[in-house]
């Protein structure tokens, strides 16, 4: 039985123009140079994205304690508001 006509073992044809060899290197070390600029940019922003991640921890963390502190203070104006004294305050949160 005879090969289809577009048989595997035929050169596939290579569409659009062939470049010389130097261009071909040319070509090369420009792409190569390309991928090595991005690496390094992408560190960079690997980097700053880090540090943002850690400032945002920093922000919720003193947000936190500001909003403790608020608390603490309204606590603190209620009871010298109450005009009980300590002694008195303690035995009502037993």
């Known amino acids: 039985m005879p090969r289809p006509k577009g048989s595997k073992n035929k050169k596939k ?3 659009g123009e ?3 060899v130097e261009q071909y290197d040319e070509k ?3 792409l190569t140079a390309e991928i090595e600029n991005l690496t390094e940019t992408l560190k960079t922003k690997k980097a700053e994205l880090k540090e943002l991640e850690k400032g945002k921890e920093a ?3 003193a947000a936190a304690a500001q909003k ?3 608390e603490k203070k309204k606590i ?3 009871v010298a508001a109450s005009g009980k004294s300590l002694d008195e305050i303690l035995e009502l949160l037993k």
Request: proline residues 0%; without cysteine; negative net charge.
């Open 59 to 61: 922000a919720v963390e």
């Open 68 to 70: 403790a502190e608020e």
């Open 28 to 30: 090369i070390v420009t």
């Open 76 to 78: 603190l104006d209620a």
């Open 13 to 15: 044809i290579i569409e």
């Open 18 to 20: 062939l470049l010389s």
